[in-house]
């Protein structure tokens, strides 16, 4: 486990047009509300950070993904993460602008690595987080993709790191696509070998299903923080009456007949997660009345 | 309630205006010396390099606007990058002077901790502030008033502040065996190493309290 300052526990946000979404694999993508309503639920409960992800990152709507961000700015106050399709400078500039705090490269980052330096000398290393989508490849080895693991770009991950690291990131989102959405718990051979053999902060991401699978990462890998979706949001959806009536644009079945439950994935609060991690040793922003006022 | 948020243009500031507005205040992003002058309240925020602000903060004539604002009494917060221009001086890439309002330094987190371990810089997460033990009510009647001792707040940073006189240290925070002073007052001058804007619910409570006093 990663001696130090507290683990960070962040609820991941995809985004899609004005809606929140999930899916497993990153595919077959369900409608699950207002990305606004999560976001705030999740900042009462304690979260550390959030990171929104456009997951379809055209350009026609990225305006809506401005929208979400300068609205749930105005009323949360920890720091935002924000990616998908940001390809230039301006663009980061644009989201920052926003009230992002760090911004989230992966494709634009591979296809230009020089664009990490020139985007942590403008806007400081802290800003810049870069996004690993990794595939586990039959070989054992594992390779770099983007646009939500559907591009494959043949770039050995550790290597790649590493590289990011020298260039000025300031942290790493390390995204398993096998576990991604599955709730069969993360990617331990992944997040190992990449938190240590890096000195920036790397978030692990993809898998989380329970909570043992979330303390099992922390404490035996040196993950400085954790990225958790499907937990926190169909625990969200199950509770909040109202999504029920949600008529966003694309696939919300899912929100009318929500009794479709997942084996693998066990809602939870995020109360409840760092209460347990709290609980097994783990140093984090823990407070023992469940909601902030 | 008119406070201003002085821009030298080094940083994203709209989370401490957000922060502002969300308690009550009216807040204006500003690198004019007459709207800091005639403000109620004033904030220095900042991250980014000591020199480059100082030498922002010159050439918008904004120097002597703060040093002026802060001499009539009225109140005015340092945040971050703005704790550290307070002080006389720092080391950060060569000697440079500060506002020089807080007597003391600004110096970097020492590379290797006491077990010659490597020590993670800048520090960048959630870390707890703590009372200098000798005050246990210096808290009180400040913007802290509502903060538990301990409380956890976000930093980002890479330099800290050595300040003269132990009598200007509101809070402590240690990172990797360093204790060092993560908040200042000296009279109507508040100043945190870390964002209350960044820092949850408590963060926002700083800025309530602040806000009373304008």
Same mark, same amino acid.
């Given at each position: 486990m990663k001696k130090g300052l507290n683990i960070r526990i962040i609820p991941k946000l995809d985004i899609k047009g004005p809606n929140l979404v999930k899916g497993i694999h990153l595919e077959g993508l369900r409608v699950l509300g207002k990305p606004e309503d999560f976001a705030r639920h999740y900042y009462q409960m304690g979260a550390d950070e959030l990171i929104y992800i456009d997951v379809v990152a055209s350009l026609y709507n990225r305006n809506s993904l401005h929208e979400i961000i300068s609205r749930t700015a105005k009323e949360i106050?920890?720091?935002?993460?924000?990616?998908?399709?940001?390809?230039?400078?301006?663009?980061?500039?644009?989201?920052?602008?926003?009230?992002?705090?760090?911004?989230?490269?992966?494709?634009?980052a591979i296809k230009n690595p020089d664009i990490i330096k020139e985007a942590a000398t403008i806007f400081g290393s802290s800003t810049i987080t870069i996004a690993i989508e990794a595939i586990k490849q039959p070989t054992g080895e594992y390779l770099a993709y983007?646009?939500?693991?559907?591009?494959?770009?043949?770039?050995?991950?550790?290597?790649?790191?590493?590289?990011?690291?020298?260039?000025?990131?300031?942290?790493?989102?390390?995204?398993?696509?096998?576990?991604?959405?599955?709730?069969?718990?993360?990617?331990?051979?992944?997040?190992?070998?990449i938190a240590s053999a890096v000195s920036i902060?790397?978030?692990?991401?993809?898998?989380?299903?329970?909570?043992?699978?979330?303390?099992?990462?922390?404490?035996?890998?040196?993950?400085?923080?954790?990225?958790?979706?499907?937990?926190?949001?169909?625990?969200?959806?199950?509770?909040?009456?109202?999504?029920?009536?949600?008529?966003?644009?694309?696939?919300?079945?899912?929100?009318?007949?929500?009794?479709?439950?997942?084996?693998?994935?066990?809602?939870?609060?995020?109360?409840?997660?760092?209460?347990?991690l709290f609980h097994h040793g783990i140093p984090c922003r823990y407070k023992e009345i469940a909601l902030f006022p | 309630m008119k406070v201003a948020i002085v821009d030298y243009k080094l940083s994203n500031l709209f989370s401490v205006q957000h922060?502002?507005?969300?308690?009550?205040?009216? /807040?204006? %992003? #500003?690198?004019? =010396?007459?709207?800091?002058? &005639?403000?109620?309240?004033?904030?220095?925020?900042?991250?980014?390099?000591f020199a480059d602000a100082m030498k922002n903060l010159e050439n918008f004539g904004l120097l002597e606007a703060i040093k002026t604002f802060i001499k009539s009494g009225k109140p005015f917060m340092g945040i971050c990058l703005g704790l550290q221009l307070l002080f006389s001086e720092s080391e950060e890439f060569g000697t440079h002077r500060g506002l020089d309002i807080i007597p003391g330094k600004v110096v970097k987190f020492p590379l290797k901790n006491?077990? /010659?371990? %490597? #020590?993670?810089? =800048?520090?960048?997460?959630? &870390?707890?502030?703590?009372?200098?033990?000798?005050?246990?009510?210096?808290?009180?009647?400040?913007?802290?008033t509502e903060i538990k001792e301990g409380e956890l707040m976000y930093f980002v940073h890479s330099y800290y502040v050595l300040p003269e006189h132990n009598k200007h240290i509101l809070t402590l925070t240690t990172y990797d065996g360093t204790t060092y002073a993560s908040g200042i007052l000296r009279e109507n001058v508040v100043a945190f190493q870390f964002h209350p804007e960044k820092s949850g619910p408590d963060g926002v409570s700083i800025y309530r309290h602040w806000a009373k006093n304008i």
């Open positions: 106050f920890i720091p935002m993460t924000v990616g998908g399709g940001l390809r230039t400078i301006d663009d980061i500039k644009s989201v920052l602008r926003a009230g992002a705090d760090k911004v989230s490269l992966n494709t634009a983007t646009d939500n693991g559907r591009e494959f770009t043949g770039i050995e991950v550790l290597g790649w790191a590493k590289r990011a690291e020298s260039l000025g990131a300031g942290e790493i989102l390390l995204t398993s696509i096998d576990r991604e959405g599955t709730g069969k718990g993360y990617d331990l051979e992944l997040v190992k070998r902060p790397v978030i692990a991401c993809g898998g989380a299903g329970t909570l043992e699978h979330i303390h099992e990462v922390i404490e035996k890998s040196e993950a400085d923080a954790v990225a958790i979706a499907s937990m926190l949001h169909y625990d969200f959806v199950t509770k909040n009456q109202s999504s029920s009536e949600y008529t966003g644009e694309g696939n919300t079945e899912f929100l009318k007949r929500k009794t479709e439950i997942f084996g693998k994935i066990n809602n939870i609060d995020l109360n409840t997660i760092k209460k347990y | 922060a502002c507005e969300y308690v009550g205040m009216t /807040a204006e %992003i #500003t690198s004019s =010396p007459e709207k800091v002058l &005639n403000a109620d309240g004033v904030i220095l925020p900042g991250v980014g390099a006491h077990q /010659a371990q %490597i #020590t993670k810089i =800048p520090q960048i997460g959630w &870390n707890s502030i703590n009372k200098p033990h000798s005050s246990p009510d210096i808290w009180d009647h400040t913007p802290l």
